[in-house]
């Protein structure tokens, strides 16, 4: 089939758009709605397209539904027990105009990674392909850094992750009242 019919060409700065990323972008404006669920449990977004949609929704200055997201991101980990690795690279290429540690979803993967992952996993191989190949550099970097602070900070127990949506407001949320997604938390 023609890319026509797989992508939706917006404005130049937006890029190329799947035609799910954008068809969850229409879900979300009209669904959702304050103190509701999205996608709401009528509707499944897989985690790859909610992550291009945080992407899409900060290059259109939403943060609502970038902060909707990460909720979304979230609450699929803990029902599958799956981190979205493959899309790791993704998402380091495609947030590059975040200053380094300001991007919310950059953070919630680092942090999914740094408490999920074990050293199998990271030494380990997926379709012949060592699993840690899936990682930029800068990444594994970011993820080594959240390590020592964890290490540092001697924390035990269960995932602070747990505990997500009473974290509102913290490095993964995008703050609502601000004008451009992509000057937020000024580090």
């Known amino acids: 089939a023609p890319a026509a019919y797989h992508e939706i ?8 758009v ?13 669904r959702a709605f ?3 669920e999205f996608p709401p449990p009528d509707v499944y977004i897989d985690s790859s397209t909610l992550i291009e949609l945080w992407v899409l929704a900060g ?9 909707d997201c990460i909720l979304a991101i979230e609450r699929q980990r ?20 975040y200053k380094r540690g300001c991007c919310g979803l950059r953070n919630l993967l680092i942090d999914q990674c740094a408490w999920v992952l074990d050293e199998k996993w990271l030494l380990g ?3 012949g ?21 964890l290490l540092r900070e001697g924390i035990k ?22 004008v451009d997604a992509r000057e937020t938390w000024k580090c």
């Open 157 to 178: 127990g269960p995932e602070p992750l747990a505990d997500i949506e009473e974290r509102k407001g913290s490095y993964y949320w995008v703050k609502e009242d601000e």
């Open 125 to 127: 191989t997926l379709d």
């Open 9 to 16: 060409i917006l404005p130049k700065d937006l890029g190329k």
């Open 129 to 149: 392909q060592a699993n840690a190949g899936q990682f930029p550099r800068e990444c594994l970097v970011d993820i080594l850094a959240r390590l020592r602070v």
């Open 59 to 67: 290059r259109l200055g939403v943060p609502g539904c970038q902060n």
């Open 34 to 36: 304050p103190g509701q």
């Open 78 to 97: 803990k029902k599958t027990n799956v981190i979205e690795t493959a899309m790791i690279r993704w998402v380091y290429e495609n947030t590059r105009e």
């Open 18 to 30: 799947k035609r799910p990323v954008f068809a969850a972008f229409v879900q979300w404006l009209y």
